[in-house]
């Protein structure tokens, strides 16, 4: 710990590595016990881009713990330097900010409202255009899990131009930045048929009904979600979604060894027959 509070940034810098790779695995308690985390927020403001980047990284692993832990990473002040972040011109600092962001934010609304309060939502909707697909999957997450559970934030994403960029990821040759866009639309839709309409307006179906199609479980996953929940309460989404060709899709990936996908799938088919 004790080279955290150095002065020399290469020595901070190398601190700060350390905590990342030990807090990949079963030690972040301990770490953060330690009294680690207002260090690290300090090093966010570093001039130093390299001691930024790994502080960042250090507390996205940090982040991925309990919800006690993210909320000290909250009170130490860690979210406005974290937003700055996003805007940097470096794809690993944008990558390592996003993420720590997105970790933050799982499974807890104070901390998404905090992080949307920040200014959070336009810096991540801007990284989707990234052409690094890591900072694409690390923004999507993001927006996924500040969206969340919250129709407000799901409505301040939406508003601040997230579902064509959303829509374009879904063409990624990444299965992981496949995964994710469909998985933040599946979110964005629930419970509006507002949102719905907009997505469906971007041209969010050929590119989902295609994923159906995917050799990964988890995209299939997150592509009949999405489509279930854009199939409800809309006679003219299903419509458009059995015009787009869903129902062989669907039909299709009833095979798949993987209950949760067929369930899914299953769903969607029986709220096209309604």
Request: aromatic letters at 2%; charged letters at 15%.
């Amino acid at each position: 710990m004790a080279g955290l509070r150095s002065n020399v940034a290469l020595t901070q810098q190398q601190a700060a590595r350390d905590i990342w790779a030990a807090s990949a695995f079963a030690e972040r308690d301990a770490i953060i016990a330690a009294g680690a985390v207002p260090l690290l927020v300090g090093m966010l403001r570093s001039d130093q881009p390299a001691v930024q980047e790994q502080a960042a990284g250090a507390l996205w692993n940090l982040a991925a713990s309990s919800r006690q832990n993210k909320n000290t990473i909250i009170a130490a002040g860690a979210v406005p330097p974290l937003v700055d972040m996003l805007r940097s011109d470096q794809p690993a600092m944008q990558e390592r900010a996003a993420g720590a962001l997105g970790n933050l934010a799982i499974t807890s609304q104070q901390n998404s409202d905090a992080i949307i309060a920040a200014g959070a939502v336009p810096p991540l909707v801007y990284l989707l255009r990234s052409d690094q697909p890591s900072v694409q999957e690390k923004a999507t997450g993001a927006l996924w899990n500040l969206a969340h559970n919250s129709q407000q934030n799901s409505d301040t994403i939406v508003a601040a131009g997230a579902v064509l960029p959303l829509v374009v990821l879904l063409r990624s040759d990444q299965p992981a930045v496949q995964q994710q866009a469909a998985g933040a639309l599946w979110v964005l839709v629930v419970n509006s048929l507002q949102r719905k309409g907009a997505v469906i307006a971007a041209g969010a179906l050929p590119p989902l009904i295609a994923l159906l199609r995917s050799d990964q479980p988890t995209v299939q996953q997150r592509a009949a979600g999405a489509l279930r929940c854009l199939s409800a309460g809309s006679q003219q989404n299903r419509d458009a979604m059995v015009a787009s060709g869903a129902v062989p899709s669907l039909v299709a990936v009833l095979s798949s060894d993987q209950p949760a996908v067929q369930q899914l799938a299953a769903d969607a088919l029986r709220m096209l027959r309604s």
